[in-house]
């Protein structure tokens, strides 16, 4: 059976995992947010400093370009979350981490398998597999 050996909660941190910045929102002189939105790919979440640097906007939209060879060899798009640009990063990833786990704040598991049959049971939700 799975066992949790520990976890840890952060609280409610945003870090992008591309630079590890927090990525302070910026306003512009009449307060508009001029670094909203981000994206998460997969597990990962990507401020939209990163975004506007590895090109997944265009024209300042989201832009599916960059991971078009990803698609064509099998990543799913739905894996592929866009965050709103009206919003900070922070923002966004709170909401996304609420929707997603129930919880804004960060939190890391250690858990540990008799077998790597009983690993993949439980990356794929065979609750059946999983001990607390």
Do not use: H
């Amino acid at each position: 059976m799975a066992q949790e050996i520990s976890t840890t909660n952060y609280g409610e941190i945003f870090i992008c995992d591309y630079c590890n910045s927090e990525c302070s929102p910026r306003y512009d002189d009449d307060g508009v947010l001029t670094n909203g939105g981000g994206v998460v790919i997969g597990s990962y979440a990507v401020c939209p400093d990163c975004c506007d640097q590895y090109e997944y906007y265009k024209d300042g939209k989201p832009s599916y370009d960059k991971f078009q060879e990803d698609i064509d060899n099998g990543m799913r798009k739905d894996s592929i979350i866009w965050y709103d640009r009206n919003k900070s990063f922070a923002e966004n990833g709170r909401e996304y981490r609420i929707k997603t786990y129930g919880t804004p704040d960060l939190v890391t598991s250690f858990v540990s398998f008799d077998s790597d049959d009983e690993f993949f049971n439980y990356l794929n939700g065979d609750v059946n597999d999983k001990e607390k």
